[in-house]
């Protein structure tokens, strides 16, 4: 990394020098497209999409679209979705989640996921339901360790914002009630093919509305970007593991220090009914974390009414 001949790393320096200065952005981004991005590195071909024929291993895929259509219908009998949240301070749509926990991307009807993977946290069950699914995810070279079905209800409207990063390709395999569906990436507006892949750059402005009348399922996968050497693609996972680690650990001192709240709370209603001494219970957090957020959505949605 310190070698200043080694080109392959050269951009990676120029990154890192940013943030050692407190930015994790260059004054000006590739395209103005991108200005709300919070992550950029230069040097990568800024397009907003790209075409399916430069990226040859998404065939695959939509060879065998059909099986993973039949996979996910089968989901539909059994629980796994839940609501998309992100923490407040990680989104640009500012729409407050009716619970108070986090935010939403979506302004309007419903937005609800099926995780199959998410940096290495286990969805042991969803993946055992899908094997056909997570196997051609396996196969994609360069994996971003994100995958997920996307259901969009009959009138959501998913505000424009921007992905975290513009390391990688976002790819949309659509598989069900995609009529009435589009996307908007930058100043263009495309419409859901069903059974073809459709990949972007997520750091780009984006947004999507669903009008049909059947909820709208696509398969959604990120891969690291073209541009990336295998080198750089190594060293940027190994910080993003250590980041996301990190996280992780806040959001289990975060459980652990609401369970010791209730625990209080419980012990001061003891005291007050049996006439001891009342004490102050602990204030409960906010879940205001990637990954408590996801685990208190777990199990939000009690049934698959949302499915139509």
Known sequence: MADPSNDTLARLRSWM????????????????WQSGCPELLTGLRARPVWETAELPWLRP???????IRAELLALRSCRGFQPLKIPDWASSSKVASPDGAGSLSHDAGEWNVFYLSLHELPFADNRARCPVTVSLLAALPRPYDHAFFSALT?????????????????????????????????????????GRCF??????????????????IVLVFDVWHPDLHDREVQ????????????????????????????AVANASLV??????????????????????????????????????
Not at 61 to 67: I, T
Not at 204 to 216: I, L, M, P, V
Request: net charge neutral; proline share 6%.
């Open 61 to 67: 895929l939509e060879e065998r679209a059909g099986e």
């Open 199 to 216: 990949a972007f750059d997520d750091s780009f402005e984006h947004e999507a509305w669903h009008d049909g009348d059947r909820t709208r």
């Open 271 to 308: 005291a007050r009914e049996g006439g001891g001494r009342e004490e102050e219970s602990a204030p409960l957090a906010r879940g205001d974390n990637f990954f408590q957020l996801l685990r208190d959505a777990k199990n939000a949605l009690p049934d698959n009414e949302w499915w139509v």
């Open 154 to 194: 009959p009138g959501t409207h998913v505000v424009k914002h921007h992905g975290p990063t513009n390391k990688k390709l976002r790819v949309h395999l659509p598989l069900v009630g995609v009529e009435g569906s589009r996307l908007r990436v930058a100043d263009r507006t495309y419409e859901c093919v069903e």
């Open 235 to 262: 060293f940027l996972s190994l910080l993003q593991r250590s980041r996301l680690r990190a996280e992780m650990k806040r959001a289990e001192a975060a459980a652990e220090r609401a369970a010791r709240g209730c």
């Open 17 to 32: 020098l940013l943030r050692i200065n407190g930015r994790e952005r260059p004054v000006s981004p590739p395209s103005p």
